[in-house]
């Protein structure tokens, strides 16, 4: 996964933060059973912000596990350089590797 944001049609700089995403819960809404022991993964959000184009875009996901005896899918967002393709700013991205009954959204 990628996200290049390009504010105000590519003319605008920004700026990319790393913040820990507290505002969902995997946990809270799986049934009693095997994953309810499961502890949620830490997850991450990259928040992009462009003062010029008082613009700001806020990437986050949800790892699920949608069958029993899985784990929920492990995504690292990691910074991604493209200014050298005329990007304004650092973009994000992600590996994932995904089994059956595994899912990000």
Not at 6 to 30: I, N
Not at 90 to 103: F, I, T, W
């Amino acid at each position: 996964m990628e996200c290049a944001p390009a504010f105000d049609y590519a003319r605008a700089r920004h700026y990319v933060e790393f913040r820990p995403d507290t505002t969902a819960d995997p946990t809270t809404d799986l049934p009693p059973g095997p994953n309810s022991k499961q502890s949620a993964p830490s997850t991450t959000r990259a928040i992009f912000d462009s003062p010029n184009a008082k613009l700001t875009l806020d990437l986050r996901y949800v790892p699920e596990a949608v069958a029993d005896d899985v784990q929920r899918p492990k995504v690292e967002l990691k910074e991604l350089d493209l200014t050298a393709q005329g990007h304004l700013g650092l973009s994000v991205c992600a590996d994932m590797d995904l089994a059956e009954g595994q899912a990000v959204w």
